[in-house]
């Protein structure tokens, strides 16, 4: 069993920065592929970046060139910087798992953990 657990949410003016974190338990996560998603009031949620075992990336277009994913194999976190942040960046941000394969992943059904979630409020 793994557990997620994300941090760093809150409100910030649009242009502003945040940096969320998501901290898992298990002993291998090095092995792990981690990303995150968020989901807006009345949307689906939609995938935004994830990172593999090998420290590849995948960003979604929409937040490209303004958010960015790593990951602390020592720390058993991964990061997500956003800036330039835009009120249409406005969601909850959930932290997501895939520990069977390690890849990059892009939908829900890649992956087998979730956070709980944190709330990102950008104010125009």
């Known amino acids: 069993q793994v557990q997620l657990v994300e941090s760093g949410g809150g409100l910030v003016q649009a242009g502003g920065s945040l940096r969320l974190s998501c901290v898992a338990s298990?002993?291998?996560?090095?092995?792990?592929?981690m990303g995150w998603f968020r989901q807006a009031p009345g949307k689906e949620r939609e995938f935004v970046a994830a990172?593999?075992?090998?420290?590849?990336?995948n960003v979604a277009a929409s937040v490209k060139g303004r958010f960015t994913i790593s990951r602390d194999n020592a720390k058993n976190t991964v990061y997500l910087q956003m800036n330039s942040l835009k009120p249409e960046d406005t969601a909850v941000y959930y932290c997501?798992?895939?520990?069977?394969?390690?890849?990059?992943?892009?939908?829900?059904?890649?992956?087998?953990?979730w956070g709980q979630g944190t709330q990102v409020t950008v104010s125009a």
């Open positions: 298990g002993r291998t996560f090095s092995s792990y592929a």
């Open positions: 990172i593999n075992r090998s420290g590849y990336t």
């Open positions: 997501a798992a895939d520990s069977s394969y390690g890849v990059l992943f892009s939908r829900e059904s890649q992956c087998d953990y």
